[in-house]
């Protein structure tokens, strides 16, 4: 059965770096493109990274130069990594997959722009990791 795994999650002080590992299971579409998102208390979802097509990488400008994502193909795995992190990035982090190149489109762009996302703009999500960014 297709699903997304996440962990990782923690506490990380200011200044150091937290990678986080999302695997996706029994989805091999050739379209597959998988997505990181968080939601901090009190605020809308919001995606922080998508990895779509051959390897399209994109951020929103409020964590561009400070997230990164690198993905291993063979095992539909995605390494979020947050380096440098603010007391303002803590959130529950998931990381959600869609195998339908519009929909991967949509969520390019809804990374991109910094748009809230909804739970319909994947089609297969993570259970979520918490993080907590202490100064």
């Known amino acids: 059965q297709a699903h997304v795994a996440e962990s990782g999650g923690g ?3 200011t200044g150091g770096s937290l990678r986080l590992v999302c695997t996706v299971f029994g989805v091999t579409s050739s379209d597959l ?3 990181w998102f968080r939601q901090a208390p009190g605020k809308e979802r ?5 990895f779509v097509g051959g390897g399209t990488i994109s951020y929103p400008d409020s964590v561009k130069g400070r997230f ?9 795995t995605l390494y979020p990594r947050m380096n440098s992190p603010k007391p303002e ?9 869609e195998s339908t190149f519009p929909k991967c489109i949509r969520m390019q ?4 722009v910094g748009a809230s996302a909804s739970a319909s703009d994947c089609m297969y999500w993570g259970q979520g990791t918490p993080v907590t960014v202490s100064s």
Not at 109 to 112: N, P, R
């Open 11 to 13: 506490s990380v002080q």
């Open 33 to 35: 493109c998988i997505g």
């Open 46 to 50: 919001e995606g922080v990274a998508s």
């Open 68 to 76: 990164t994502i690198s993905r291993d193909s063979a095992k539909n």
């Open 89 to 97: 990035d803590t959130a529950t982090y998931d990381c959600a997959a």
């Open 109 to 112: 762009t809804t990374v991109i």
